[in-house]
């Protein structure tokens, strides 16, 4: 059975090695003479192989991004003003666009209760004409009446 089981693990193995790069086969390569130089000596144990290879560097470009809440230091407390100058000045000028609003409110109630009084003087002038017209029309009736009577009385 372990025969079988090495040639399987032999020929994954070698499977494994057409996909991968010359450099890495170079490496392994390495590695596979290093131990077999390492098995010939007598103090040389497989359990306590020691890597003697290098860390590998970490990749420049793999920084991770801070967030903006966890900025620290001076740059934060720079941000920090800038921010806080910016609100400031944001709400300073929202202060003035209120009052300025607030101002022009006034001057609209203002002028309203101007235009009330004017709108209710018309109203007044329009009820005292429409009086005034059904006093004409009424005279009108009366004259057309007269001028009926008068008219017939000439014809006779």
Do not use: F, W
Not at 73 to 99: C, D, I, S, Y
Request: proline share 3%; aromatic share 0%; with cysteine.
């Amino acid at each position: 059975m372990e025969t079988g089981e090495s040639d399987a693990r032999a020929t994954r193995r070698s499977a494994r090695t057409r996909r991968k790069t010359v450099k890495a086969a170079e490496l392994r390569l390495e590695n596979a003479l290093h131990a077999i130089d390492s098995s010939e000596s007598s103090c040389a144990d497989e359990d306590n192989h020691v890597n003697l290879e290098p860390p590998r560097a970490p990749q420049p470009n793999r920084t991770r991004r801070v967030p903006e809440g966890l900025v620290r230091g001076k740059v934060a407390n720079e941000n920090a003003e800038h921010t806080r100058a910016r609100n400031l000045v944001e709400g300073q000028n929202l202060e003035r666009t209120l009052a300025a609003i607030l101002g022009a409110l006034e001057d609209l109630r203002a002028d309203n209760s101007a235009l009330k009084a004017y709108n209710q003087e018309l109203k007044t002038a329009v009820e005292d004409i429409t009086r005034e017209l059904a006093d004409t029309k009424a005279q009108l009736a009366d004259a057309r009446a007269q001028l009926l009577e008068l008219s017939g009385e000439l014809r006779t």
